[in-house]
């Protein structure tokens, strides 16, 4: 069975569905359930008919692309990752996983290969919180993990429900019937870039992934009080950004204080109300993304993030309100699946290392319905969420080549594989 990756095909995929964008090359701007999204889905499901794929969505808009195997009614063989993208973002990030797995299928096709177990691609809907605050909807929703009737009411910054918002994109039908049935998968598999600089560092062309961290996030809102910037003296003032200021200092020192290097936080969103040079802000909000492998290292930044709050809101005389968005656990793949992907690996001659996950992907919510693990390829300089994201044609046909090979291995296994 000689599996050949067309990386060049590939690569011209990825390009076509990164100018798929509500922003001009060589930026990826696709937030879910915008026209750009809902382009750059009508593209991959194209490609997937041509492949010869059964194509399904469902009411939250994830997609499947089935390869039907010769014993139907087992459990599939999962693996994709996401399409949309964050404003100012790269080309790699999610697609790789997408357009490098039909491309891992079509290899196997092309190969003779015939899956006992049916392989299925996934392209999950809004894998990023940029619209509706929390990230992964599609796959939480498929674990089960977010309910259906809290996953309904999320609103956009305009106000816009989810519910609206993907009945408005063209997907009905109750959010619950969203959810898998169990062993609806055997096992699942997700390729994606590494987002960060240890392949190419460390020189190997890929990464199998051990373990995800722990993602949590969370909305601050302050009020203070507004007024004249040249009439209020400093003694009077109840400035919201310089309270917001001293509290976005604390993240960072508080994620600095557990002297690990796997807990990192980030206060990526700032709202200044009025927000004019000449008017004191009456009103903040930020948004903070705090991580780390060790969930209760993580608990502990989050709870002094907290402490910082009560002090600086009594001190600067402001109140605030703190909104957790959300606080997942960290996953842990399982180990029949990682060794799967290191087999993998040693039969196509790839060097690789065994690595965690800083970044979250749907895999950390698919890990808990099902036998779940990663594969990492280099990209440039790590960088990622940016437009000079970059992974060469050869870094993604290696980590294509290898997610093929597993699939096969995966999709002739006669048991499921243990979970984790
Ligand atoms: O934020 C993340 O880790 C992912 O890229 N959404
Ligand atoms: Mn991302
Ligand atoms: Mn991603």
């Known amino acids: ?168 994109a063209g997907f009905t039908g109750p959010l619950s019937d969203v959810r898998l049935p169990k062993d609806y998968y055997s096992a699942f598999v997700e390729l994606h870039i590494e987002q960060g600089p240890i392949l190419e560092a460390r020189q190997f062309p890929i990464g199998v992934v051990t373990a995800i961290a722990a993602p949590a996030s969370l909305r601050i809102s302050i009020e203070g009080e507004g007024g004249h910037a040249g009439a209020v003296l400093m003694p009077d003032r109840r400035d919201a950004f310089l309270a917001a200021a001293e509290i976005a200092l604390a993240v960072e020192s508080a994620a600095r204080s557990t002297g690990a290097e796997d807990t990192v936080a980030t206060v990526g969103v700032c709202d200044v109300f009025p927000g004019a040079v000449n008017s004191i802000p009456s009103r903040v909000r930020i948004e903070l993304d705090v991580r780390d492998i060790d969930q209760s290292r993580r608990d502990g930044v989050l709870r002094k993030i907290a402490e910082t709050c009560d002090e600086v809101a009594r001190r600067r005389r402001v109140t605030l309100r703190i909104q957790p968005l959300n606080a997942d656990p960290p996953a842990h793949c399982a180990p029949a699946v990682v060794n799967v992907l290191s087999e993998a690996c040693e039969t196509h001659g790839f060097g690789f290392m065994y690595m965690i996950s800083r970044a979250y992907h749907d895999s950390l919510f698919l890990s808990r319905i099902v036998p779940t693990a990663m594969l990492f390829i280099p990209c440039r300089s790590g960088f990622s969420h940016r437009p000079d994201e970059y992974a060469s044609p050869e870094a993604i046909g290696y980590g294509t080549l290898v997610l093929a090979e597993a699939l096969a291995r995966l999709s002739g296994q006669d048991v499921i594989v243990n979970h984790a």
Not at 23 to 50: H, W
Not at 157 to 162: A, D, E, Q, R, V
Request: charged share 25%.
């Open 1 to 168: 069975m000689k599996l050949e990756v067309d990386q060049s095909r590939l690569a011209q995929e990825l390009e076509t569905l990164g100018g798929i964008s509500e922003a001009p090359s060589p930026v990826t701007t696709r937030v879910v359930f915008t026209e750009a999204d809902l382009r750059g889905r009508a593209f991959v499901k194209q490609l997937c008919r041509e492949a010869g794929l059964v194509v399904r969505e469902d009411a939250v808009g994830n997609a499947f692309a089935r390869w039907v195997g010769t014993e139907p009614d087992l459990p599939a063989v999962g693996t994709g990752s996401h399409i949309d993208a964050i404003p100012n973002a790269g080309r790699y990030d999610g697609t790789v996983g997408v357009l490098g797995g039909l491309e891992a299928i079509r290899a196997l096709q092309r190969s003779g290969f015939r899956p006992r177990r049916s392989i299925e691609l996934l392209t999950f809907t809004s894998e990023e919180p940029t619209r509706f605050g929390i990230g992964c909807l599609g796959s939480r929703l498929l674990g089960g993990l977010l309910d259906a009737s809290v996953g309904e009411q999320l609103k956009d910054k305009n106000g816009t429900s989810l519910d609206d918002a993907r009945t408005h």
